[in-house]
């Protein structure tokens, strides 16, 4: 049973902008912080955005702050990334995540996990 599903990557030339997108059922989103993660070739997997149940807190890792965006829409129980200014070192298999708190994702304690979508950037 897929309970969190990804969509949006794809391929893009450095300096461009992806939107990803992912939705879960209301009992998970409704409990849970999300946040996204993604995974280099060869790499370990990394947090890189999350959000609170409520919205109003964020965090990023720093590698991304100022050129990605998570937010949340709680009437289509989905949680996006606007991702601009994309840099090469940023292709990566991208995954959705929930989790209790926000603090709790960033230490990659995550309850679901989503089964990717592939990010490319081209130089």
């Known amino acids: 049973q897929v309970l969190l599903r990804e969509s949006g990557g794809g391929l893009v030339q450095a300096g461009g902008s992806l939107r990803l997108s992912c939705t879960t059922s209301?009992?998970?989103?409704?409990?849970?912080?999300m946040g996204w993660f993604r995974q280099a070739p060869g790499k370990e997997r990394e947090f890189v955005a999350a959000?609170?149940?409520?919205?109003?807190?964020?965090d990023y890792a720093d590698s991304v702050q100022g050129r990605f965006t998570i937010s949340r829409d709680n009437a289509k129980n989905m949680v996006s990334l606007q991702m601009n200014s994309l840099k090469p070192e940023d292709t990566a298999d991208y995954y959705c995540?929930?989790?209790?708190?926000?603090?709790?994702?960033?230490?990659?304690?995550?309850?679901?996990w989503g089964q990717g979508t592939q990010v490319t950037v081209s130089s």
């Open positions: 995540a929930a989790g209790s708190t926000v603090p709790i994702l960033r230490r990659t304690q995550v309850t679901y």
């Open positions: 209301g009992r998970i989103f409704g409990i849970a912080a």
């Open positions: 959000i609170s149940r409520s919205g109003d807190s964020t």
